[in-house]
């Protein structure tokens, strides 16, 4: 996808959708492409708010170390990533060993060995977070769900040349969604652990892309959701005042993580 940038002033940016293969995006320019997780952390051009985040966690010597994996640091979390959001990714990646998935396929031993393998109690933890999520009441979450733009890769180079990118877990033209799974998505506890984690940043840092992307700043939410018993699900929508302290810091973040780059790029 690419964001044309043709508008009369005022009106909101149009998507376009182009392939894989884009071009490398010029200052000023914001792309989105249809890919793989695999496809977006290989791309180290681009910096992500992972490096971002482990920045303002550890320091310079974090910078640019390679992305770990998926989302949430969890198998778990991936799964639940794919299943909700990417239910044919799940399908095509993951083995649950009590034959339900994939569904009406018989693999051989060979493809069996190249997935992600869940026992029958994963597969039904999976399911009941799954479901609990899209019947949560808080917010019209289900609609947001049903019709946001899902695991879409944002490149863009800002007005400083930097390189970033993002991929939000879903968003409509209101709201950006990150699923994250917690043991506790309590307001008092999963504010510990989103100061703990730096995940405000990532907020911050998706809805940059979005705003580049689309020419509108969205509101943004999480969506904690638990994975065992009783599967609890809060949506924690950033108040205002929150969402603009975490763009200031990200915009100081980002001006140390350049300069960090810069210098590790001279030594």
Same mark, same amino acid.
């Given at each position: 996808?690419?964001? =044309? ?16 293969? /884009? ?43 390679? *992305? ?36 009406? @396929? ?7 060995? =190249? ?12 399911? @009941? ?9 808080? $917010? ?5 769900? $049903? ?10 180079? *800002?007005?400083? $040349? ?37 995940? *405000? ?7 940059? /892309?979005?705003?580049?992307? =689309? ?30 302290? /975490? ?6 973040? @980002? ?9 590790? =790029?001279?030594?």
């Amino acid at each position: 996808m690419v964001a =044309t940038r043709e508008r009369s002033e005022g009106e909101p940016r149009k998507m376009s959708v182009i392939g894989n293969n /884009a071009a490398t995006v010029t200052p000023g320019r914001c792309e989105a492409r249809r890919e793989s997780l695999a496809q977006y952390l290989a791309n180290r051009e681009f910096a992500s708010s992972s490096e971002l985040r482990r920045l303002a966690r550890f320091g310079p010597d974090a910078v640019r170390r390679p *992305d770990a994996g998926g989302f949430t640091g969890s198998a778990m979390g991936e799964a639940l990533h794919a299943l909700l959001l990417e239910p044919e990714v799940f399908e095509s990646q993951y083995l649950v060993l009590d034959g339900s998935v994939p569904s009406n @396929k018989v693999l051989s031993e060979r493809e069996a060995m =190249t997935r992600e393998w869940l026992d029958a109690w994963q597969w039904a933890a999976l399911v @009941k977070a799954r479901d609990a999520i899209v019947a949560c009441t808080q $917010g019209p979450l289900a609609d947001w769900l $049903g019709r946001g733009e899902k695991e879409l890769s944002i490149y863009w180079t *800002d007005e400083a $040349g930097s390189k970033w990118k993002a991929r939000p877990d879903c968003f409509t033209e209101e709201i950006v969604l990150d699923l994250k799974t917690t043991a506790d998505c309590r307001p008092e506890a999963f504010a510990r652990t989103r100061e703990r984690l730096a995940y *405000d940043l990532q907020a911050a840092h998706y809805v940059e /892309a979005v705003l580049r992307l =689309t020419g509108r700043r969205p509101r943004f939410a999480f969506v904690a959701a638990e994975l065992e018993p009783p599967y609890a699900v809060f949506v924690h929508e950033l108040a205002g005042g929150e969402l603009e302290a /975490a763009i200031e810091r990200l915009e100081d973040v @980002k001006r140390r993580f350049t300069s960090s780059v810069a210098a590790s =790029t001279r030594a």
